[in-house]
């Protein structure tokens, strides 16, 4: 053994190298852990938390219960059930509507597959409950996520387009073309 190695051996060169990087980083500490309830994660733009039916700015549901969600989500999460307007039998409305969070995937395809934009995936992402049963979720709670998330609504597409009620015979009260 050389007298170097015999040295290190002595003084517990190891531990000594362990305690100055320990104290180093004592010195320059600087904290990277998140309050949690207090600051929050930011999320990424592209964030895809959780579901919400949505409304027009009059109030009215924008679901026309088509079924086309229902039918694009791959782990069968959504179940609509749908129904005519009485005395109007080109017009459907969701008579019911309830979705399943528990085995939700968060894949965005109802969403993209809704062609009057009535579902939105919303940034919420503090879902933790004790009972699993108040994650099956019916209209009324999909609404009130809706309108907690999208607090800015559009106006219904025959407000939004005046050509659109020349041509749709199901709105009587709407005035026709002005020529």
Known sequence: MKFRDWIKTITFYEILLGMKETIKHLVHYKPITLQ????????????????????????????VGCDL???ACP???????????PGEPTKRYAKEYYMDMT??????????????????????YEWAVYDK?????????????????????????EFQHPNVAYFNVSFKDIPEKAN
């Open 36 to 63: 949690y309830p207090h600051e929050k994660k930011p999320l990424a733009e592209n964030y895809r938390g959780m579901l919400a039916l949505l409304r027009y700015d009059d109030g009215t549901e924008k679901c």
């Open 69 to 71: 969600c229902e039918a």
């Open 75 to 85: 782990s069968r999460v959504i179940r609509v059930i749908s129904t005519e307007v």
């Open 103 to 124: 085995r939700c995937l968060f894949c965005g395809l109802c969403v993209q597959a809704c062609p009057v934009d009535a579902l939105g995936m919303t940034r919420e």
């Open 133 to 157: 049963r108040k994650l099956h979720l019916n209209k009324e709670q999909l609404l009130a996520i809706g309108d907690r998330a999208f607090p800015v609504r559009e106006k219904q597409l």
